[in-house]
Structures are given as C-alpha cells and as structure tokens.
C-alpha cells in the first residue's frame, strides 16, 4: 500500500422522518469527491423501500444489517428521527468508530422521540413550526402538510430545493415515533453532536440536551436540513471524522 494512500471509514447516512436517501442528494457528491466511500439507506417503507412502515425496532434492525455487510471502520450518521435509529441499531457493531447526530434524537434508555428528556425543556420553548404541519391519518401514520413543511424544515434552503424536498416528503408511522430504544450506542461508541440554531423542528435547546450526551459539540447557524442548507459544512465534519477513524 503507497504510504500516501489514504483510508477512510464508510459514512452510513440514516435518513429522518418522513424523509428516505435522496435527502442526501447535496451531500453525497461532496463525499465521493473527497474519496470518502458511503452509503444512504432508506428505511423500511421510505424512498424507494418498498417493505411496509414498521416500527423503531425494526428500523433499526434494517440499519444493523446494512452495517453488518460493511467492511472496515463505519462513521454512522443519524438526521432526526434516524438519530434515534443509529442509537439501537449501531450497538454492537465493533466496526462502529464514531456517530454522528445531526439535530438528531440522542434517546437514551426508555426514551422515545415523542417522550425524549421529559422536563428537561420548558413547554413553551419546545413548540415549533412543524406541530402546525403534522397531519395524524386513520392508518396510524402521520404526514406532512408540504406548505406548511417549507418553514418548519427548510427555512435556510433555497426555495427550489425546500419545494422540491417538501413534494417528496412520505407518510411515517407513529409506532416509528413512539418506539422506545433498549439500548444506547452513543454510551459505549465516540459520538459528535451538530446543533443546528436555527430549526424549526426540534427546539436547539433539546438538541442541546441530546449533545450534552455526546464526546463533541458542534454548532451550526443552519437550519434542521444542513444536508440541503449548508452540505458544505455536513461534508466536512464526516470527511474529517472518516479520515480520523
């Protein structure tokens, strides 16, 4: 091997709610041009998955199989609700080097995305813009108004870009929400949290709650969408922790 030769870890990028891969769509290129190999999954019943919605288990379980065939050093990166996802399903992997939250759902043990750090952040400072966007159907899933999405996820994008995410936006089931995680990868694994000060989905000061769980803290002026916003800034965080690992 050329002593110039540089390996780095697989990037595993985890989608959030209502979202499925292509929101890395920004990301990936600026990856593969650092010769940073990744992969974005989608999860059961997002993107182009076409397996049912399930549950946070078996969200998790599909992330522990995608990682399971990787070889060498793995960062894992979780947006949101896959923060939650990368936190079970990354345990136990040795392979795991470092997770990365970005404005994600650092659960820890019995916590749910809907039930996360109870009490830990006044009522009136975790409300939102995207509570306004929620819609609860029949079918015990949830999705999203796309108008009222823009504000609430996409409020740093460019307009084509927040139009364009927003028509893509997919149903997500509440079991996936109110799954409780059984085990914390982030306790036994190097963890870096990226606070995103300017969204509108989930509060900064819960994120903050969430990083002050994790090794590292970064904060960004963007909003709950950096992958879209700023990749610039998605992009060197990960290529810097994969050449580390």
């Known amino acids: 091997m050329r002593a110039d030769y540089l390996v780095t870890a697989t990037v595993v990028l985890v989608h959030g709610a ?10 990936v290129p600026l990856l593969t041009a650092a010769e940073v190999p990744n992969v974005a999954i989608d999860l059961p019943g997002h993107g182009v998955s076409t397996e049912p919605l399930g549950d946070l288990g078996g969200d998790a379980r599909a992330l522990a199989t995608t990682l399971g065939g990787i070889d060498g050093p793995i960062v894992v990166c979780g947006h949101s609700y896959g923060g939650a996802v990368i936190t079970q399903g990354a345990a136990g992997n040795d392979s795991v080097e470092h997770l990365v939250y970005l404005a994600a759902f650092a659960l820890d043990v019995g916590e749910a995305c809907t039930s996360a750090a109870p009490g830990a952040v006044p009522d009136d400072v975790m409300r939102t813009d995207l509570a306004e966007a929620l819609r609860f159907d029949d079918d015990g899933t949830i999705t999203l108004d796309p108008d009222l999405a823009i504000p609430a996820l996409y409020n740093e994008c460019t307009r084509s870009d927040a139009v364009a995410a ?11 929400l109110d799954g409780t995680v059984t085990v914390a990868a982030w306790r036994g694994v190097p963890s870096t949290y990226a606070v995103c000060e300017r969204d509108q989905a989930v509060p900064p000061a819960l994120q903050r709650v969430f990083a002050a769980r994790c090794t590292h803290t970064v904060s960004w002026e963007t909003d709950h969408s950096p992958f879209f916003s700023r990749p610039d800034l ?9 050449a580390r690992a």
């Open 234 to 242: 998605v992009a060197e965080l990960l290529v810097g922790l994969a």
């Open 166 to 176: 927003a028509s893509r936006l997919g149903a997500q089931s509440i079991a996936e």
């Open 18 to 27: 209502w979202h499925g891969a292509w929101c890395w769509e920004h990301l």
